[in-house]
């Protein structure tokens, strides 16, 4: 992969170079991405695509940082998008199993949102653990774990909505 497509990519088509926040950017340029996956092929095809983004974005952000003094730019924001995709596999998983249009679900993508940013930007005990890796893997590792704590959150909060959890 040479520098100028793993800069296209580790900047998510470029909203990792919009100011101020890059990350809430980032994680807010993955929501269309994702309604049209699951409109597309569901929560499978979402859950696939997030693993290849994965792959793409870790090698992508191993040659876009490979010249630089800095493990993790703030325009680097494709492990905001791995993350945000993960934080609504409740989301997509819900809505496929219950036969509904995925946007009903609108609580969840709120939700996931706030919730993935909070842990993005807190980075409580493991995402915190994975940043301080520094590495490659680290950058998109804490993203993956606050992805999958704001995952488990909104589902619970989903619990207490609808009377499960009480």
């Not at 919009?18 to 809430?24: E, H, K």
């Not at 340029?29 to 409109?39: D, E, G, K, Q, S």
């Not at 989903?158 to 499960?164: P, T």
């Given at each position: 992969m040479n520098v100028k497509t793993a800069r296209l990519i580790a900047s998510f088509f470029g909203s990792g170079y919009?100011?101020?926040?890059?990350?809430?950017w980032?994680?807010?340029?993955?929501?269309?991405?994702?309604?049209?996956?699951?409109?597309t092929g569901g929560f499978w095809l979402l859950l696939v695509l997030t693993l290849l983004t994965f792959f793409a974005g870790l090698q992508a952000t191993k040659v876009a940082t490979a010249a630089g003094d800095d493990h993790d730019p703030g325009w680097i924001v494709i492990d905001e998008?791995?993350?945000?995709?993960?934080?609504?596999?409740p989301v997509a998983y819900g809505a496929q199993m219950m036969?509904?249009?995925?946007?009903?679900?609108?609580?969840?993508?709120?939700?996931?949102?706030?919730?993935?940013?909070?842990?993005?930007?807190?980075?409580?005990?493991?995402?915190?653990?994975?940043?301080?890796?520094?590495?490659?893997?680290?950058?998109?590792?804490?993203?993956?774990?606050?992805?999958?704590?704001?995952?488990?959150?909104?589902?619970m909060l989903?619990?207490?909505?609808?009377?499960?959890?009480?």
């Open positions: 919009l100011r101020p926040a890059s990350g809430t980032g994680t807010l340029a993955a929501l269309p991405f994702a309604y049209l996956i699951l409109l998008v791995v993350g945000m995709w993960i934080a609504l596999f036969g509904v249009e995925v946007h009903r679900l609108w609580p969840g993508w709120v939700s996931g949102f706030l919730l993935f940013r909070l842990f993005d930007i807190w980075k409580p005990w493991l995402v915190g653990r994975a940043d301080r890796l520094g590495t490659p893997l680290g950058v998109m590792l804490d993203d993956i774990i606050a992805g999958l704590f704001a995952a488990v959150v909104s589902t989903a619990g207490i909505a609808h009377g499960v959890l009480m």
